[in-house]
């Protein structure tokens, strides 16, 4: 492989690794307060659909904000239903995902008289790709460092392994829970936005499973903010040889070489699941 081709392999991968980072980052923070974070595909999809919109509104910077305020809408929306609603954070999820889905095709046909895409939009490009990369990775940074050392951190964790315990110490388990998951829709709606921003349009199903890519980086990652940037990027990384690949081989071949991102997270899981601990008290309701 020759240097250019090294570096633009390089910038590939830190572009594609945005949404993926961000989103495991936000799921990381879910999961540990104990709400299982399967709603990050909606998430992404919907910060996407905001960001299209706020960007062409006002620019890339008010797409940004506007598809960190959708993805965190729809983690509102997840944390009422399992935190103070009690449902069950894995159909709820799933609800959500579905609903996103639909929601952002009606959406389109609303705003954009279009079912497929949007309009060109104001957008990100050239050195963007590497500056984004690096940011996310640094926000990964900053949220093992605040887990870790950090009250709050202590008290989100506390509220995933032991929130009985927790609650007897006078700590409040559903606000904290609910913090965490708007926060961690926030961080997936940002993800969303990338993407929109980065392809200067919105187009119907654009978060194409990341979400549940960046699921798998979460378990990969061992519930750990910065093991699961590092599984998501190793997953960028796959999607971008991909991508590569595909330009060169044609028939058959070109199919099998779609479906390597998403083989790598069945093998990934496959080995890691028997190993992994997740939060004692993920998923369950107090």
């Not at 699921?215 to 990384?237: D, K, N």
């Not at 083989?263 to 699941?273: H, I, K, N, W, Y």
């Amino acid at each position: 492989m020759t240097t250019a081709l090294l570096v633009a392999f390089v910038l590939a991968v830190f572009r594609i690794s945005v949404p993926y980072v961000l989103a495991a980052v936000g799921g990381t923070l879910s999961e540990r307060a104990g709400v299982v974070a399967l709603g990050l595909e909606g998430m992404l999809l919907t910060g996407a659909f905001c960001a299209a919109v706020g960007a062409e509104a006002g620019g890339p910077a008010v797409g940004a904000l506007a598809g960190a305020m959708g993805g965190a809408g729809v983690g509102v929306i997840l944390a009422a239903c399992v935190v103070y609603g009690r449902a069950d954070g894995v159909v709820v999820g799933v609800a959500i995902n579905l609903i996103a889905l639909g929601g952002t095709r009606v959406a389109m046909q609303y705003v954009w008289q279009s079912a497929s895409s949007s309009p060109t939009i104001p957008g990100l490009s050239g050195g963007w790709a590497g500056a984004a990369g690096l940011a996310a990775l640094a926000v990964s940074g900053v949220a093992a460092a605040a887990l870790t050392r950090t009250a709050w951190g202590l008290r989100v964790r506390a509220v995933g392994e032991h929130p009985a315990a927790a609650t007897s110490l006078g700590i409040d388990v559903a606000q904290l829970r609910f913090g965490a998951v708007a926060l961690s829709g926030a961080l997936a709606g940002l993800g969303g936005a990338w993407l929109a921003l980065d392809n200067h349009g919105f187009v119907d199903r654009m978060s194409g499973g990341r979400g549940y890519i960046a699921l798998a980086a979460v378990i990969m990652g061992r519930w750990h903010p910065g093991f699961a940037a590092l599984a998501a990027v190793c997953f960028a990384a796959t999607e971008a040889a991909q991508l590569q690949l595909q330009a060169v081989v044609s028939g058959g071949a070109r199919e099998f070489i779609q479906m390597l991102p998403y083989l790598l997270t069945l093998v990934a899981l496959a080995g890691v699941l028997g190993r992994s601990r997740p939060p004692a008290a993920l998923g369950r309701n107090v």
